[in-house]
């Protein structure tokens, strides 16, 4: 009740709460609107790294690959620096492991329950997974053709957490500096609306004090400022001859 009596009272305020809101749409829409846009560009910047590290090795062909599968072994493991790249294998139609970026995986099965989909496609896919730590990423499966058949595949997991973990901190510090923009929008229309703040309200805050002509004589008056109210027993100043 209280806050609907300022509300309907009060122009000033209605000004107010106006401005912050108009502050924090234009902000939040623009802040919104940038975060998409980087989070696009940041997941195709991904999306193409994936493809051509897949397509690179691709075009060295199945045969290249597996008669020299201990140089292309030395190959991927280049990539073990690379925290992004989770899995970078080579997998034959027996879903064995021939090559990884892991050695210890190497000759192994992949057991895998997305693999076996990927590979009845026959063609390159990427597609968007959640890993096994329950982060965000990219599977991309790359046929690797002798011929005219596919004799193996390369399959590329990679990691997006980095990139969800830069949009989150650009999501805060947008965030931020919304609200300090509404703050720096609100605190000049807060002082407005302040009548305390005001020149003309301090000047009457200030006690008229009226000092008596200098070139007062005997014959004239004097006066000074009388209380209009006075406690009881007090004497109440009043003009008298000077």
Known sequence: AGFMRIWAGSLRTRLTFGLCLFILLILGGGSAWTITQQTQALHKAAEDQVREIGRAFAVTGAAAILENRFLFQEALSAYQNNPDILELEVVDPDNLIVAAKHPERTGTVLNDPRWGTSKKSGTEQLSAVIDQFGEPALAFVEPLYDGREIAAWIRIEYS???????????????????????????????????????????????????????????????????????????????????
Not at 198 to 227: D, K, L, V
């Open 160 to 242: 997006l957490a980095r990139i969800q973990h830069e949009i989150m901190l650009a999501m805060w510090r947008t965030i931020a500096l919304t609200l300090t923009a509404t703050l720096i929008g609100f605190s000049p229309a807060r002082a407005a609306r302040d009548p305390s703040a005001s020149p003309s309200s301090r000047a009457r805050a200030i006690p008229a004090t009226i000092a008596p002509p200098s070139g007062a004589g005997p014959g004239r008056r004097r006066c000074c400022w009388a209380a209009r109210s006075s406690a009881p027993g007090r004497a109440t100043p009043r003009c008298g001859a000077s």
